[in-house]
Structure formats: structure tokens, C-alpha cells
């Protein structure tokens, strides 16, 4: 009887180091059946018998196939099985050489391929490292900045200390000096914190390199995985080209050489010498661990973007900053490094040395690098890069300052110089020469330098874009970018115009126009500027503590009123007004909720200054909010246009109706027109030949003059390719000190002088009458039709269907005491007479809290202007001051009395208004 062991064990193919597929020897059988039997026989054997072919089938199993026990013995079957299992062994080993064969040929085919457009590695020592991006204004012929290797400073491996190479392997690859290029363990490991939801680089520094400098263009095109190949296939390719100690040293010298560090640092020496002012030679090993943290995420760990400047001057990283907790890491890797025996440069360190660099104190010397033209617009113009190319963020900081880029910018260099003349003028506040020193940058001492000469001013800001497009033509953050700090009053490389402030009354235009579009009020609606607690003891009020009384809306933004203002956003819902801005374009730090409530009407609510300047950019485009655009186009190296800005139209919403936009225009325009504001008026245009140049203007102050803030923009130009001019300026302290002024008399100047410059050579455009839109008269004190007690009227436009219907609704025939001047009642000292009077206190009557106050206010403003009283002990005024009262020494009648002779008390207080925060910013 034959007996066979693992006929049926399934044949497993074994892949060994050379990638040949062998095959193990899985038949075992005894040598005398296996000489009887030939291969015919067992062909004859197997004819007509019903065998299963499935390709594990067992000599047992073919057996009971034809119905035979494995019992049956007989010398014939012996032979035939025999010789089926001598060959056997033959048959697979020929299976396997197939399989090699062709996994060999595939695997050829593939490399090939791979390789094919990947540079020869011999290129390492003949690449060129820098390959600028640079950055150019709109006209592609003033170049504004290069990033690259006009701030790389090469050096030799033996330049490198130690402690730089040990700190660079701790965190980037600890097994550099081990490694063929590729770290297999590090690859795996990396891909499963992926997949687990903590996805980490695992690219060894050779890899990290060869993404840089060794693969082509196209590998970036394709698939991140597709790139992964090639870069890994190089990076084994570099280390077989360049091999041993002396390729190790070449390749991480390289890569030392070529990395960010930051501050559009380029190369370990630069970045030493750009924050510290040290040769390598001189770095402490807490400097040489913060340097190596900071290439995997140069935007985050900038130490200069993490540093504070204190109030001896000082530049200082704050030990619990971002970078100092990954120098920690650093720290941590490189004593886990020396501990598990993995060889170091640098033998000496010890673990007390590591300690104590985790907790040295990190001081940066001031920048000394190559200065750009207009840094502050620059900075947005890399942010905004970022977002075109970069759809692999891993290594596109770099690959966007080297990549040999030509970036064609929105910025009008004429313009940008002015916007830098004209912030720079602010920082004579503090010069006792100051005189001499405008004089110096071109400026001539105007009234407004004059004003704020000596008071606590030390910084300013401007933008300019067009409306139709939205370009940012001028772009000054700071003054005075390359200046030395003063403190905190003076930060320059802080962008004011992106980050968050205050906007005050300047925000008015934008939740008035809301507040007429929601139909909660018309340009013509009465609001009493009277304080009252609008809820949680806030009680704003007008900066000089006037009370107005009875104001038309168009005349209490023109004021600048704040009482009106609130109330005409509560009318609207101001948690609706909110969502519409949202909806518009602002971006909030909470951009969830509305924070602020009612008092976002009065600018308390942080906004980006660039946010704002495009929302008055909406204004006066009809209503139509485009993009910012920083960027034209860019093109590469060889200069191919590679992105080109969308047209206008294709990021263009209507942030407010036409109509809206037309009305709100109307009327802020009126704000620089001197027989409308006399006041504002002062901070009109002047067109060459001094005309008077059209122009919508508006001013904020915020509360306690920590920010100030003029916005507006000119009227459109009749050419339709000319640039519609929008400006905006800030004016104040970087750590928000007071600056003890109203901005009419510092931003708005800021703003005049400036917007006069830019816009002096060209044509005077006018303001259109707005269409569809109602041009009702009007009687200018009740803002209803005329009437019998009409005494002055005025031209005021409607939406459709909004136009007043009534007239003299506020006038009253009363019965006075004649005594007292009181109501007549029964039991009046006085004689009874009738006579017409203003009758305001069924005004606001949906609101009774402030119902209430305006009756306290009535019986005050009886006696006439200058009469102190109400919550915030304000004093009774006709609009708008002494000086200048448009609507006349009146409120529009003679007021009548809410009191009785009988009674000295008003209408009982009732419930509480819509609450706010407790801020009152100026005009």
C-alpha cells in the first residue's frame, strides 16, 4: 500500500530578498512508487474517471472519485502515481520561475517608468538653490519682495556643529545616519497615526530633501501617492549615488541649506543670524533645538511670529508659545535618542545640559533682513499664495519662496507710497520737531498733525481698493514696518487692518443701511436721542452729552448720534442685522452668535478693518461686494501663466440692494459737502484747481478713544474701466491706549490728506440722483408730508410704497393752564387757553421704557436747550450745536406738557428694553 503525506497542502509562493518566488518542496512520498510510476500512465489512469480538478485536490480524494478505497493496492496504480508525483516537484518549481519571471519583468516596467522624468541624483551637486518667488505690484515692473535665497547663507558640513545635527536627526529622523534614504519602520508607523486619526510626516530627511530639490514638477501633479513613490525611489537613488559618511554629510548639509526657518529665512546660518545675530559655532543648545523645530511648520513656530517685544524693548518667546513647547519635544526625542544608544554627534551632552536648555530663555535680536516694499501687503499676498498653490500642504511653504515664481500683485505702487508717507506723518506725535522732521518725508503740517501733536498717537494705518473689482491698491498695516518698537503703544509689524478692532461709528453706514432695508425705519423716520437704559444699566449716549430730542434717521447718522443708531437696529432685530453683515462678508471672532446685541450698532463688535473696507466697497458698487484680490496672476519659472484671477463678476454678491446702496450713499455723501454737514465738512476732497471733489465719508471713535477710524470713498468714475476709489484709515495705539481724540479731528484727517493725494489727477466724478427710489418733500422737523404746521421742509427719498401719508400728527390743540403752563385740569390755579403745541409723547409708545424717558426729556426741553437731566444727566439741545443748527433754534414747535397742573409725576416706568453691552463709543 502507497502512502503520500501533504498531497493536499496548498503550494505557497515565498518571496526572498532578491524578489525571485520560490517554492518550497510540499510533497513527500516513498521513492519506490514514485520510480514505478510514469507521467502516461497516469494520463491513461485519469481518462474517463471522474476526478475533481480543483487544484488542492488530495490522492485520497481522487481515489473515492473513482469509487476505489485507499485500500485498493495493485502494482499498475502504484506506477501511475509515482510518476505523477515525480514530476510534481518539476511542474511547480517551472510554475514559480513563470511567476518570478513576470513579477521581475512587471517590477522592471514599473521602476522604469517611475524613474523615467525623475532628475539623475548626480544633479545634487549642481543644483541651484535659489529660485526666487518674487512678488511684484500690478504693473509687474516694481518688484516689491523676493522670497528665496536672497536670505540663504550656505555652509559646509564642517561648519555644523554637532548639536545642530543631533538636535535636526532627534526630530526629523533619528535614524539619518543608518537609513539607505528611507525608513520603512518610520513610513508604517506614520501611516497607521494616520489612520488612527494623528497623521504625522513620516518622510526621512533625505525624502524631505529630494522633495525639494530632486523631483520634477510633474511628480506634484499627480496623486500624493504617486509622489510618495518617486520620492522614495530617489531618496534610495540619492543615498546609493552619494554613499557612506562622506554621501550622509553631503546630503544633510543640503538639506540644512535649503530649509525654512520662518521669517523668510532660508538655510540653518540665515535663520541663526536672523534671530539670534550668531554664527552656528555660537548657538546654545536650547537656540539649536528651537532651530530645529520649526521647519515642519514654519508659519506656526516663526519665532517671530511667536515673540513679544516688552517694555524695555526687549524681543522675547514666551516659554509656554507654541515653539517653545516643540522645543521641548526636540528636547525629549534627543535624550530618548542618546538613551536607546543611537549614535550622536555630539557625545558630551548630558541630560542635566538637556534640562536646562528646555527652560532657557529665548531673546531675538531686531530683523535685520533685506527689507520688502509694502511688508504688511506682502505678508497677505503669501497668505493668499498658500491658498492658490498649495494643495499638498507638506513642504509648500518652501516650494512657494523657491519655486522660481513671478506673482503679479494687485498694488498700485504710487498709491502705496503715498499710504506709507501719510501713516509715517503720525509717528511725529512725539517729535518736539516734528515740524522739521514732516517736512523730511514730504509732508506738509496740516491741521490735523497739529491736533494730535503731543497727545498719546503712535501709529496709523490705510488701505485702498476698487470697488469694481476689489484690487487692494494701497495696503499699509503698521507704520513704519523696519521702525524700532516703541513698547506696546508701537508694534509695526503688527497688521492692524487684519486683525480685529473696534470700528465705533464708522460701522453706521453698514447696520443703517440694513435697518432700511429690513423696512424697520426710512430716511425720514423721527428717533429720539434720549439715553435709557436699553437693558442691564446700559445707557449710552452722544460723546458731549447732548440730547437731541426728535431727529429724522438721515440726520442722526450724519450726527453720528448713538441713541438713534441703537434703536433703529433694535427695530430691525439686531441679531438679524448681525447674520446679514455675516452673510455679507465679516468675518467674526465668534462667528456664531452675535456677542455684542444691541450695541453692534455703535461699533463695539471687533471687525477686520479690510471687512469693513469692503463693505463700504459694496456701497459704492451699487450694493455689490466683490472679493479682495491681492493677486493678479502668476507664472512660473519660465513664464507660463500658471493662475490668473477670476474675473470680478464670478465672486461678485449683493451685499445690499441697489436701492439700499443708492439711499445709504446719498447719505453719507452729505457728510463732505459743506451745505449739508458742516461740521464733517471739513474733512471734504479737494480736486486740483480747488474744487470740491464728491465723496461719501463717515468717522468712528470707540469708546475711550482706543481706536479711531475714517472710511468712505469717492463717487464712480464715468469711464467704466477706471478704478473706483474706496479708503479706509485707522488711527491710534498698537496696545490700544487711549489716544484722547475724536477721530473727525485725526483719522478723518488721516483719511483727507491721503485720499486728496491719490485721487488729485483725476476727473471729478458726481454722485447719480438714485433711481428707483421716491423724491418725496417733506416737512424737515416731523418728516411727514407738510402741513398747516409746517415751518420747514426738506427733499427726502422712499423706497416705494414708504413714503409718509400723514401730516402734523405731533401737532396738538391742548388746554393750558395759563399758571403754570401746564395741562388744564379742574382745579387749575390759571385760566384755561388753547394753543397748538408739539406733542412727542406717543413717540417710540411700542417701546415704554423708552417712552418713559422721552416724557422726562419733554418736560426738561419745555424750558428749553441746556436743561440737565435723565439717566445720564445730559442737557436738552436742538440739532445739531450752537454752531450749526440745520433745522433751526427748535424741535419743530413748542413743546407741550406731559404733566398736569394737578400732578408732578410722568407715566409709570414699565418693563425692560433689549440689552447691550455696556459701551458708549464717540462720532
Known amino acids: 500500500m502507497a502512502h503520500v503525506e501533504g498531497i493536499g497542502t496548498r503550494i505557497k509562493p515565498d518571496v526572498g530578498a532578491n524578489g525571485w518566488v520560490c517554492c518550497e518542496s510540499l510533497i513527500k512520498t516513498r521513492s519506490d512508487i514514485m520510480d514505478e510510476t510514469s507521467l502516461g500512465e497516469v494520463a491513461e489512469e485519469l481518462r474517463g474517471r471522474r476526478v475533481r480538478h480543483a487544484p488542492y485536490a488530495t490522492f485520497n480524494e481522487m481515489n473515492m472519485a473513482s469509487g476505489n478505497s485507499t485500500q485498493r493496492t495493485g502494482r499498475p496504480r502504484k506506477r501511475l502515481l509515482g510518476g505523477l508525483f515525480a514530476l510534481l516537484p518539476v511542474a511547480l518549481l517551472g510554475a514559480c520561475l513563470l511567476i518570478a519571471a513576470i513579477a521581475y519583468g512587471g517590477t522592471i516596467a514599473i521602476y522604469s517608468a517611475v524613474v523615467s522624468d525623475l532628475p539623475d541624483p548626480k544633479d545634487l551637486d549642481t543644483i541651484v538653490l535659489n529660485q526666487n518667488t518674487t512678488v511684484y505690484d500690478r504693473t509687474g515692473t516694481v518688484q516689491l519682495a523676493a522670497f528665496g535665497s536672497d536670505k540663504r547663507t550656505e555652509v559646509d558640513f564642517a561648519e555644523i556643529p554637532g548639536i545642530v545635527l543631533d538636535t535636526t536627526t532627534a526630530i526629523e529622523d533619528k535614524t539619518y545616519w543608518e537609513n539607505s534614504g528611507f525608513d520603512p519602520l518610520g513610513f508604517v508607523a506614520a501611516a497607521l497615526d494616520t489612520l488612527g486619526g494623528s497623521g504625522r510626516g513620516g518622510s526621512t530627511i533625505t525624502q524631505q530633501l529630494v522633495r525639494s530639490v530632486l523631483l ?252 469694481r473689482t476689489g484690487d487692494i491698491l494701497a495696503y499699509a498695516g503698521s507704520a513704519d514696518y523696519y521702525g524700532q518698537a516703541d513698547g506696546t503703544v508701537f508694534q509695526p509689524e503688527y497688521d492692524v487692518l487684519s486683525g480685529y478692532r473696534q470700528p465705533g461709528s464708522s460701522i453706521k453706514p453698514i447696520t443703517y443701511a440694513y435697518a432700511l432695508e429690513n423696512r424697520a425705519v426710512t430716511p425720514a423716520t423721527i428717533l429720539m436721542d434720549v439715553p435709557v437704559d436699553f437693558g442691564q444699566g446700559w445707557t449710552p449716549a452722544s460723546s458731549e452729552g447732548s440730547e437731541h430730542g426728535p431727529v429724522r434717521m438721515r440726520q442722526a447718522l450724519q450726527g453720528s448720534l448713538n441713541v438713534p443708531a441703537i434703536k433703529a437696529v433694535i427695530r430691525a432685530g439686531q441679531d438679524r442685522v448681525w447674520r446679514q453683515m455675516r452673510d455679507s462678508g465679516f468675518k467674526f471672532q465668534n462667528n456664531s452668535e452675535n456677542v455684542a446685541g444691541a450695541s453692534i450698532a455703535i461699533g463695539t463688535l471687533e471687525v477686520r478693518y479690510v471687512d469693513l473696507l469692503s463693505a463700504y466697497g459694496a456701497l459704492a458698487n451699487e450694493g455689490t461686494k466683490v472679493d479682495r484680490r491681492y493677486i493678479l496672476r502668476i507664472e512660473d519659472r519660465n513664464g507660463e501663466v500658471i493662475w490668473e484671477a477670476p474675473s470680478p463678476v464670478e465672486s461678485a454678491t449683493q451685499a445690499f440692494a441697489a436701492d439700499t446702496a443708492a439711499l445709504m450713499t446719498d447719505i453719507i455723501a452729505g457728510n463732505t459737502d459743506p451745505a449739508v454737514n458742516r461740521p464733517w465738512s471739513k474733512r471734504k476732497i479737494i480736486a486740483s484747481g480747488g474744487k470740491r471733489r464728491p465723496a461719501a465719508f463717515k468717522t468712528g471713535t470707540t469708546d475711550q478713544t482706543k481706536d479711531l477710524a475714517a472710511f468712505g470713498y469717492l463717487a464712480a468714475p464715468n469711464d467704466p474701466a477706471a478704478q473706483h476709489l474706496v479708503t479706509g484709515v485707522w488711527m491710534g495705539n498698537s496696545d490700544s491706549t487711549p489716544a484722547t481724540v475724536y477721530s473727525l479731528d485725526s483719522a478723518g484727517g488721516l483719511w483727507q490728506s491721503y485720499f486728496t493725494e491719490i485721487s488729485s489727477k483725476l476727473p471729478i466724478a458726481n454722485f447719480s440722483k438714485p433711481e428707483g427710489l421716491e423724491e418725496v418733500t417733506i416737512d424737515a422737523h416731523t418728516g411727514e408730508l407738510p402741513g398747516a404746521c409746517t415751518t420747514l421742509t426738506t427733499q427726502e427719498y422712499f423706497y416705494p410704497g414708504t413714503a409718509p401719508t400723514t401730516s402734523c400728527s405731533t401737532t396738538r390743540l391742548l388746554a393750558i393752564d395759563s399758571a403754570t403752563g401746564l395741562l388744564w385740569a379742574d382745579g387749575c390755579a390759571g385760566t384755561r387757553i388753547e394753543a397748538n403745541y408739539l406733542d412727542l409723547s406717543s413717540l417710540e409708545s411700542q417701546w415704554p421704557k423708552w417712552q418713559a424717558a422721552n416724557l422726562e426729556w419733554i418736560e426738561r426741553a419745555r424750558l428749553g436747550p441746556g436743561i440737565v437731566g435723565g439717566v445720564r444727566g445730559g442737557q436738552t439741545a436742538y440739532f445739531y450745536a450752537p454752531f450749526w443748527q440745520p433745522n433751526g433754534a427748535t424741535w419743530g414747535g413748542t413743546i407741550a406738557p406731559t404733566l398736569s397742573c394737578l400732578s408732578a409725576t410722568p407715566s409709570p416706568t414699565p418693563t425692560p428694553s433689549p440689552s447691550a453691552s455696556p459701551v458708549s463709543p464717540a462720532p
Open 216 to 467: 520634477p514638477d510633474s511628480a506634484f501633479a499627480g496623486s500624493v501617492y504617486e509622489r510618495k513613490v518617486k520620492e522614495i525611489i530617489q531618496a534610495i537613488r540619492l543615498t546609493k549615488e552619494f554613499p557612506g559618511r562622506v554621501g550622509k554629510e553631503k546630503v544633510i548639509a543640503k538639506y540644512l541649506n535649503n530649509n525654512y526657518y520662518g521669517s523668510r529665512s532660508y538655510g540653518i546660518l540665515t535663520a541663526s543670524q536672523q534671530y539670534f545675530g550668531k554664527t552656528l559655532d555660537q548657538l546654545t543648545l536650547g537656540e539649536a533645538a528651537l532651530l530645529a523645530a520649526i521647519p515642519q511648520a514654519p508659519s506656526t513656530y516663526d519665532l517671530r511670529e511667536n515673540s513679544v517685544v516688552g517694555e524695555d524693548g526687549t524681543i522675547r518667546v514666551p516659554l509656554d508659545s507654541a515653539v517653545a513647547k516643540r522645543r521641548g519635544v526636540v528636547l525629549d526625542l534627543l535624550k530618548s535618542a542618546r538613551a536607546s544608544g543611537i549614535p550622536q554627534e555630539t557625545a558630551m551632552i548630558t541630560d542635566a545640559e538637556i534640562e536646562a536648555a528646555r527652560t532657557e530663555e529665548i531673546i531675538l535680536i531686531p530683523s535685520p533682513l533685506v527689507e520688502m516694499k509694502a511688508p504688511h501687503f506682502v505678508n497677505r499676498v503669501r497668505d493668499f499664495l498658500v491658498g492658490i498653490l498649495c494643495t499638498d500642504t507638506e513642504g509648500c511653504q518652501q516650494q512657494l519662496d523657491t519655486g522660481g515664481y513671478k506673482v503679479i500683485s494687485s498694488l498700485d505702487w504710487g498709491m502705496q507710497q503715498s499710504a506709507e508717507k501719510w501713516v509715517l506723518s503720525v509717528r511725529s506725535t512725539q517729535i518736539k520737531e516734528y515740524q522739521a522732521y514732516l517736512k523730511s518725508i514730504g509732508v506738509k503740517t496740516t491741521d490735523w498733525l497739529k491736533t494730535i501733536h503731543g497727545l498719546e498717537i503712535n501709529n496709523a494705518a490705510v488701505a485702498t481698493l476698487d470697488a
